[in-house]
């Protein structure tokens, strides 16, 4: 009970467990001097009651707890006016009810239910993605909002000791282009989550502890992060890491759902990995046939080359080169034997200038494993399935590591030339890194 001014008349035991304070030592002092974290709104909701006479009825509010269930009691109040024979109001009656549960309860089936709803939109959104790509977006965009996360990133496994960023959402572009291709060796959770197949949780303060390599990089709204592979046939095809700025979002509670996110987006990758690779070996085929008819055909070689590499950026690649011998190369020593480009195409025209630059200045080994010139010579293919971070970082000219990057050389695929029984040189195509996952 308070009297008109909100100062403590009288308390019973269960409000003083309440407050922590004995039942007379509350008498004469203000609702607020007891309890000075009390929500502004419910001390004018009593002054209004004291003002018009009003009963108020089930007043919900919140206070914050350490010892609470997420943080916070949930409160409910009633109240009523006291009046004297004069019809004025001297005193105000106030019940509190602990609701906590109630609201827990609730707060629990409200998010079941948007949890569902988000799952069956990343379902119907995945259903729609065909290709790996479309996938990558799906998954990044829509399973990063069905978590509640504020932000993710996108990882595939390029071999055993790199890892590449397929995607991101949520980030600058300062922030992740440092990391678009980084070593297994770091301390990282999606490290672990992809070496040991499983997902990993931690609040901010944790990663200080755990992952000392990826404490020094989060942003300053991350509270916590998960990390979730991707996995389909005992396989890892990608994993989704999530920054959150809630760091309960993390919590035992949320993680069955972040399982369930995470399994829908493998399924959907799986099918999508093998609709382009399909999809490539059409394309391949397709190629290999209007090449050999090119080939075939043509006595125009400017015609014949330009129609090769046009065929190859429309079909299987970013860009592309044909090389063919140098004078003399039948007569040289294997050694000095030289594969010359003779033509270069690429999707972006403002590229080509780097890519035949990068051509000229830094020949391959004619002695390599690797080479045009061994490719030439063995009339068979070659595939380099990936330039690692470290194997770019060990060229020593910093202009080649440069140009390299520029053009987002990811691995490279050289195959003969041939015409009628005869090699007439070799069409080389790297595949870009955005093309990793393939």
Sequence with gaps: MYD????????????????????????????????????????????????????LHNFQYAVEAADAPGGRFHRQASAFGVC???????????TIEDVTAQVLSEQAR????????????????????????EVHE??????????????????????????FVAGATGYDDEVIRPWQRFPTTGRFPVVDAIRERRAVYATAAELSGSYPDMARLL?????????????SGGRVLAALTLSFEDEQATGPGHQAFLQAVVAQGAQALERARLYDEQRRAHERAALLAQVSGTLSTSLNVRVTLDRITALTIEHVADWCVVYQPG????????????????AVAHRDAQKIATLQALLRRYPSDPDSPISNEHVYRSGQPVFVPALSPATIDAFPSEERRSMIRSLGLH?????????NGRTLGCLGWPRPARNAPS
């Design 219 to 231: 942003q300053p709204r991350t509270r916590a992060v998960a990390a979730a592979p991707l996995i």
């Design 84 to 94: 004297d024979e004069r019809g004025a109001i001297t005193a105000l009656v106030v």
């Design 327 to 342: 004078p003399d190369f039948d007569h040289l020593p294997p050694a000095r034997q030289r594969l010359l480009p003779v």
């Design 411 to 419: 691995s490279l695929i050289t195959v003969p030339l041939v015409a």
């Design 4 to 55: 008109p001014a909100l100062r403590f008349v009288r308390v019973n035991g269960a409000f003083a467990q309440l407050t922590g304070l004995e039942p007379e030592l509350h008498v004469g002092r203000t609702l607020w001097d007891v309890l000075p974290t009390i929500p502004p709104a419910l001390v004018e909701a009593y002054r209004s009651v004291l003002r018009t006479g009003q009963p």
């Design 110 to 133: 409200q998010a079941s239910e948007a949890r569902t709803l988000r799952l069956q939109d990343l379902t119907s959104a995945l259903s729609r993605a065909l290709t790996v790509q």
């Design 138 to 163: 799906v998954v990044l965009e829509e399973a990063s909002r069905a978590a509640g996360a504020y932000a993710a990133t996108l990882i595939v496994p390029v071999d055993d000791a790199t890892l």
